[in-house]
């Protein structure tokens, strides 16, 4: 069955280091979406793709960058870890660029920065 | 989506009993709607969602409500089980200009009692 995946499920740094958090989906979805998570606020974008080569940026992107290299994987690399990243990060994907078209979100990467 | 809080609203239901969850939405523009529901260490699935042309659309088990004039959305659960307690939140976004993303909810936790 076609499913997203990330890993790591759980993750510790300390701030200053740059961290790549993963995400693979098996669906050949064009799109893919990078969110994170916190107490008192709804999920917030991040980074998104519509397709190779194609990235964006999101409403929270400062701090954080993505690449897309193949139509399965976009990574999102936290280039030096800060205390306020402290999250949990979800990675989703759809068919198609519409806003209306449904998102399957992977199971999340629970990120510590110490 | 819901007015931001440091913790999210509380619903306790009996098995078997209706439950109604709610959502606020700010944005008049918004004519797109989904529910979400959360369970434990997992990533958001899709329940069901609705366009702003209609007031009601129904699903398994689950029927949602959208009231334009006070901009409110709700979700009923018919019969509730245990596998239904999780976190619930809503998404909203306007279709009609193109680069939209979805604006979520921060959540109701709802627990099925046994």
């Known amino acids: 069955d076609a499913e997203i995946t990330q890993s790591p499920r759980h993750k510790i740094t300390e701030t200053g280091r740059q961290v790549t958090l993963a995400c693979h989906q098996t669906w050949n979805h064009n799109n893919m979406f990078w969110y994170r998570q916190d107490l008192g606020h709804g999920l917030r974008l991040i980074h998104y793709?519509?397709?190779?080569?194609?990235?964006n940026k999101g409403e929270v992107s400062d701090g954080y960058s993505v690449s897309r290299s193949n139509t399965e994987d976009l990574p999102l690399t936290l280039e030096s870890a800060a205390s306020s990243q402290t999250s949990v990060y979800f990675c989703?994907?759809?068919?198609?660029?519409?806003?209306?078209?449904?998102?399957?979100f992977g199971p999340g990467t629970r990120l510590t920065v110490l | 989506g819901e007015s931001v809080g440091l913790h999210l609203p509380t619903l306790s239901v009996q098995e078997g009993d209706n439950s109604i969850i709610n959502c606020a939405y700010s944005n008049s523009a918004s004519d797109y709607f989904i529910w979400y529901k959360q369970e434990s260490g997992k990533g958001p699935q899709f329940i069901i969602d609705?366009?702003?042309?209609?007031d009601k659309r129904q699903g398994q088990r689950v029927t949602v409500l959208l009231n334009k004039t006070v901009k409110h959305l709700s979700l009923q659960i018919a019969a509730t089980q245990p596998g239904d307690s999780a976190v619930y939140f809503c998404a909203e976004t306007p279709t009609m200009s193109s680069g939209e993303k979805l604006t979520f909810g921060t959540g109701t936790r709802l627990t099925i009692i046994p």
């Open positions: 793709s519509y397709g190779v080569q194609d990235t």
């Open positions: 609705i366009r702003s042309n209609m």
């Open positions: 989703a994907s759809s068919a198609t660029g519409t806003v209306t078209d449904t998102q399957y």
